[in-house]
């Protein structure tokens, strides 16, 4: 038999026992077990990562008394209005439940959702990327969950952001990709070719907001919830940072101010503090 010590980044750490002729994919399991988590890779003290799980314990080299970190598998929870999505990155599967309608039931994807990286969601679909940086989408068809004219497009996708009703993807290249409810920001063709090195996207309930390349911001979706900058917009210079309440955004300048526009009634309207926002 080989004994080998297993521990994890905290620190705890667990002896295991297993024949010599075993695999990795065995010692995986058998750490699983005893630690009650799931296990994406053993890393030996010299660094060696233990990757084939069809790989023998001989052949990498694994000797009695050799000592094994293990990095675990984080879980992650996304939700929509009345369903959750559990994975874990970098795992094959996601287990969906609640309303059916609004993402609940995940079965017809399945056999897509391989190594995902991240999960976002609207009021009713979700959205996944996986680690090719291609998207699988599921739940209600208009409002995100059916993302197929603009799958070409989805490729090298590095971030998603979502709206109540729409989703919006940054790609490798900096432009955005939106499909959904239109008037929500599902549709983002009006301003298309100001979507260039994007850096960033904040949403409210239903309108989208994009830092770009040269600090600048570019909005779209629902007028009344932020859709619309053009009052603010030679004041949107440097920006550094954005952040949004249901109806209303607040961007951070490159010198310390604020600038804020949206529904006054849900903060985009600083005027009254405006003084102190330096």
Not at 180 to 196: E, I, M
Request: net charge negative; with cysteine.
């Amino acid at each position: 038999m080989l004994q080998v010590n297993v521990a994890l980044p905290s620190g705890c750490s667990e002896s295991l026992s297993l024949p010599q002729f075993s695999k990795v994919g065995n010692l995986r399991i058998l750490a699983q077990r005893a630690f009650g988590l799931g296990i994406v890779k053993l890393i030996t003290a010299e660094g060696h990562i233990l990757a084939d799980p069809e790989e023998s314990l001989e052949a990498v080299g694994l000797r009695n008394g050799d000592h094994l970190t293990a990095v675990v598998l984080q879980p992650k929870l996304a939700a929509t209005e009345r369903a959750f999505a559990l994975w874990c990155c970098g795992g094959h599967r996601i287990v969906t439940w609640g309303d059916r309608g609004f993402g609940g039931d995940s079965s017809e994807v399945r056999n897509q959702l391989k190594n995902v990286q991240q999960v976002q969601a609207t009021h009713t679909a979700f959205a996944a990327i996986l680690a090719d940086g291609s998207v699988v989408t599921w739940g209600d068809k208009l409002f995100g969950g059916d993302s197929s004219t603009v799958q070409d497009q989805l490729r090298g996708v590095q971030e998603i952001q979502s709206t109540h009703f729409a989703f919006a993807a940054i790609v490798e290249d900096g432009s955005v990709v939106t499909w959904g409810d239109r008037l929500f920001g599902g549709d983002s063709s009006t301003v298309q070719d100001q979507l260039k090195g994007v850096q960033g996207i904040q949403a409210t309930l239903h309108a989208f907001a994009a830092i770009v390349q040269d600090g600048s911001i570019v909005t779209w979706g629902d007028p009344g919830s932020g859709g619309y900058s053009s009052i603010v917009h030679s004041q949107l210079r440097s920006v550094r940072q954005m952040q949004s309440t249901h109806y209303a955004f607040a961007a951070t300048l490159e010198n310390g101010s604020v600038v804020t526009w949206g529904d006054p009634r849900y903060g985009g309207d600083s005027s009254a503090v405006q003084d102190k926002l330096r």
